[in-house]
């Protein structure tokens, strides 16, 4: 069994690794183009919008696909999602009309011009939601290649329609409809190659089982989104919308990288890990080398951002983003520690016990909130970077330390 899914295993980061490679790629260089074309400003107010639905829509990620996961695919199980993922949405609707109510008509913000640029984006998000619960199908049976090569054939449409904007100088509507048009073109190809069923059949049993994990997940959904969007808030509060702009660009690409790394993690190795008899041993062999293997990266990465880190960004970005240059050191910290955390918790998550990681994400939090405004107020655009990185060496210090703690109980309840 053990070997029948390792090979499935290979096959599937094979396939995910290559096409990541070209969808990585093309996302890159397209980051970079539109950011050199429609300057710190305008990515300064896209990264606005984004912050604010991410902090309004926090509360409805469950995960309910990794529920579906979890349990190999279960009818009963992902009927029940499926109904789950149908109210979260209509709820995400609502509550954000009412918070667009509230700040129109209560506290007496203009923000007329953000509203159907938002809307589009908030259901773009929904498709991404439909998108993840339908390809759950895929997952359970390791067919990783079929969802990247879907994922890269999304973003390519979706770069076309953003670029055709951008030649026709829409502003802040170039990135929008892009991600409107990646996230419905890749739920309309998800939905022909998975051939998923559109049927609720809700009974309170599976609905007690889906429940039972993904309420655990919420939390961590919910800790993960603040932790990643509570400093944007800061520092775009502190430093102006331009400086915003180049904080978003800049991380973004950081982020890039990372997912990379992590969708793999996040994806493959959980299926994996929950697919094995005997995980812990194999788990501790991948821990150990990726702490050596991490500390050796963040290393070269710090060093490498020191001494080119002004004359990559100026080739990448232009003279405008340059500012943003000793951000680089903490981005580097705060790639390298995301790809610990992730790791463990994906482990976590296979053996059941996710809900300990809680703790680290309000250790990140809790540090983001003591860290970014002094580091700041003080130090400028190098305190926003490396605020953002100790906040993540402290999420990964700490769930270094649970996951120690969970594999000796595992030990002795074996």
Same mark, same amino acid.
């Given at each position: 069994m053990d070997s029948l899914y390792g090979k499935k295993l290979i096959k599937g980061v094979s396939w995910v690794f290559l096409v990541n490679i070209a969808t990585a790629f093309l996302n890159f260089v397209f980051l970079l183009y539109f950011a050199r074309n429609l300057g710190a400003n305008i990515m300064g107010g896209y990264a606005s919008l984004i912050v604010a639905l991410d902090l309004i829509t926090a509360v409805f990620r469950f995960g309910f696909n990794q529920a579906v996961i979890k349990t190999q695919f279960d009818s009963e199980i992902y009927s029940a999602a499926l109904f789950a993922v149908s109210a979260q949405s209509l709820l995400t609707i609502v509550v954000t009309f009412f918070v667009y109510l509230f700040i129109s008509y209560v506290l007496m913000y203009s923000i007329d011009d953000l509203f159907i640029p938002g809307a589009l984006l908030l259901f773009a998000r929904i498709a991404l939601n439909y998108s993840t619960l339908f390809y759950a199908k895929l997952?359970?049976? #390791?067919?990783?290649?079929?969802? *990247?090569?879907?994922? &890269?054939?999304?973003?390519?449409? %979706?770069?076309?329609? %953003?670029? #055709?904007? &951008?030649?026709?100088?829409?502003g802040v509507y170039t990135l929008i409809a892009r991600d409107f048009v990646m996230n419905f073109i890749l739920l309309a190809l998800i939905v022909y190659v998975a051939k998923p069923s559109f049927t609720f059949k809700i009974m309170r049993r599976s609905w007690r089982r889906i429940w039972s994990f993904s309420s655990g997940v919420w939390y961590l959904n919910l800790f993960e989104r603040l932790s990643l969007r509570i400093d944007y808030g800061i520092i775009g509060a502190m430093l102006g919308k331009e400086s915003l702009g180049i904080y978003f660009t800049i991380r973004s690409i950081f982020e890039g990288l990372l997912g990379f790394v992590v969708n793999p993690i996040q994806t493959v190795l959980f299926s994996f890990y929950c697919s094995l008899d005997s995980r812990i041993q194999i788990f501790l062999k991948a821990f150990r080398l990726t702490i050596i293997w991490i500390i050796v990266l963040t290393l070269f990465g710090i060093t490498v951002s020191y001494y080119f880190g002004d004359i990559v960004l100026t080739l990448l970005l232009g003279n405008e983003f340059t500012i943003g240059v000793d951000m680089l050191y903490g981005f580097t910290i705060m790639m390298m520690s995301n790809i610990i955390y992730e790791h463990n918790k994906v482990f976590s998550m296979s053996i059941g016990r996710h809900m300990q990681f809680l703790a680290p994400r309000l250790i990140q939090i809790i540090s983001l909130i003591a860290f970014t405004y002094p580091f700041v107020k003080y130090f400028g655009h190098m305190g926003a970077g490396?605020?953002? %990185?100790? %906040? *993540?060496?402290?999420?990964?210090?700490?769930?270094?330390?649970?996951? &120690?703690?969970?594999?000796? *109980?595992?030990?002795?309840?074996?």
């Open positions: 997952e359970v049976n #390791l067919e990783y290649g079929k969802i *990247a090569v879907l994922k &890269l054939v999304s973003s390519m449409l %979706g770069i076309m329609v %953003g670029y #055709l904007l &951008l030649v026709d100088q829409s490396m605020a953002t %990185g100790l %906040g *993540a060496m402290m999420l990964a210090l700490s769930s270094n330390y649970i996951i &120690l703690r969970q594999i000796k *109980a595992e030990k002795i309840k074996e």
